[in-house]
C-alpha cells in the first residue's frame, strides 16, 4: 500500500488544520495506522494511533482533547483532526500503518511498517 499524507499549511496559533491520509494499492482496512511528526532537529514522536475499525484510539499527552483521530473505509483514508494549534505542532506530520496482528496501538516508530511522505504543518504565534 503507498500512503499520501496531504492537508498541511501555514495557519495561526489557536486555528485548525485536518490532516488527511489517502492510500492506494490496498484498502486500510487491514491496518493499524498512526500519525507522527517531527520538528526540526528532533526526533520522530508519536502523535494519534487507531485501531482497524477506528473504536480504539490512542493519543500523546500533549494533544489529548485538541487533536482527533479517525478514519473511513469508505475512503480509503484515516484523518488527523488538529484544533487549538500551538506553536510547538509545527512539525512535518507523517502517517503510517502496521499490521495490527497483536491488536496493539503501538507509539513506537519502529512498530510500523509502511510510511506515507510527510506533510509540513506550520503554526505561526
Known amino acids: 500500500v503507498q500512503l499520501q499524507a496531504s492537508g498541511g499549511g501555514l495557519v495561526q496559533a489557536g486555528g485548525s488544520l485536518r490532516l488527511s491520509c489517502a492510500a492506494s494499492?490496498?484498502?486500510?482496512?487491514?491496518?493499524?495506522m498512526g500519525w507522527f511528526r517531527q520538528a526540526p532537529g528532533k526526533e520522530r514522536e508519536f502523535v494519534a494511533a487507531?485501531?482497524?475499525?477506528?473504536?480504539?484510539?490512542s493519543y500523546v499527552d500533549s494533544v489529548k482533547g485538541r487533536f482527533t483521530i479517525s478514519r473511513d473505509h469508505a475512503k480509503n483514508t484515516v484523518f488527523l483532526q488538529m484544533s487549538s494549534l500551538k506553536p510547538e505542532d509545527t512539525a512535518v506530520y507523517y502517517c503510517?500503518?502496521?499490521?495490527?496482528?497483536?491488536?496493539?496501538?503501538?507509539?513506537?516508530?519502529?512498530?510500523?511498517?509502511?510510511w506515507g511522505q510527510g506533510t509540513q504543518v506550520t503554526v505561526s504565534s
Open positions: 487507531i485501531s482497524r475499525r477506528g473504536k480504539r484510539t
Open positions: 503510517a500503518g502496521h499490521s495490527g496482528i497483536d491488536g496493539e496501538l503501538y507509539d513506537q516508530k519502529a512498530r510500523y511498517d509502511t
Open positions: 494499492g490496498r484498502t486500510l482496512s487491514t491496518y493499524y
